[in-house]
Structures are given as structure tokens and as C-alpha cells.
């Protein structure tokens, strides 16, 4: 599965997603991007799922979502404090579909 790591996801987390083909926003030229239009790029350079930790991401997109997104709700973007809750988003990317938004997280 090819993942996008959302901005606000930090980038030394990606080795932690090693299980699939990942890539983060930065690397893929796409910083300051709106969501709207990540999901959109995401989608047409072949990407099936982003992660992020931005509670509010793909909200506001009004048509079907074209990739899965899962958000990490637990309100920081510090990397040490995700860390624990990788495993769970781990199993929600295994197990999204495309177009759902999953939660994860208290």
C-alpha cells in the first residue's frame, strides 16, 4: 500500500510505517498544499491512504474521498508522544477502504 504522510505528521516517524511503500508531503514537493488538494494529488500519483494527525482533514472535502485517510486524534504532533499509538494506526491502514476517513486515538 503507498501511504502519504501528512505535513503535520513528523518525517522521522515514516521508518515506522515500514510495512508499506510511504512517502511524506515533504519529500513529495507538496508542503503548504491545502487538503483539498493533497487528497487530490494524492489520489492521481497513485497514493491509497494518508495519515495524519489534523482532526480536521478530508472534513471539508465534499465529493467522495478518491484515497483512505486516517487521523490520529490525540492532539499533539510531538513524534515521542505518537509513537505509541503507530501500532493502531498501523492495523486502521491495513485495514481502511478507499474513500473511508478512519479515526484512531482517544
Given at each position: 500500500?503507498?501511504?502519504?504522510l501528512?505535513?503535520?505528521?513528523a518525517?522521522?516517524?515514516?521508518g515506522d ?5 510511504v512517502r ?7 508542503a503548504?498544499?491545502?487538503?483539498g488538494?493533497l487528497?487530490a ?8 491512504a494518508?495519515?495524519?494527525v489534523?482532526r480536521d482533514?478530508?472534513l ?9 485517510v ?6 499533539t504532533?510531538?513524534p515521542?508522544k505518537?509513537?505509541?499509538y503507530l ?6 491502514l ?13
Open positions: 500500500m503507498r501511504v502519504l501528512d505535513e503535520c505528521v518525517r522521522q516517524l515514516k510505517f515500514a510495512v508499506f511503500d511524506t508531503v515533504q519529500e513529495m514537493g507538496w503548504g498544499i491545502k487538503n488538494a487528497i494529488g494524492a489520489a492521481e500519483s497513485g497514493f491509497e494518508i495519515f495524519t489534523d482533514f478530508g471539508q472535502y465534499r465529493d467522495a474521498l478518491p484515497v483512505a486516517v487521523v490520529l486524534e490525540v492532539g504532533t510531538d515521542v505518537l509513537r505509541p501500532p493502531s494506526v498501523i492495523d486502521a491495513r485495514q481502511v477502504q478507499p474513500g473511508e476517513r478512519i479515526r484512531v486515538g482517544a
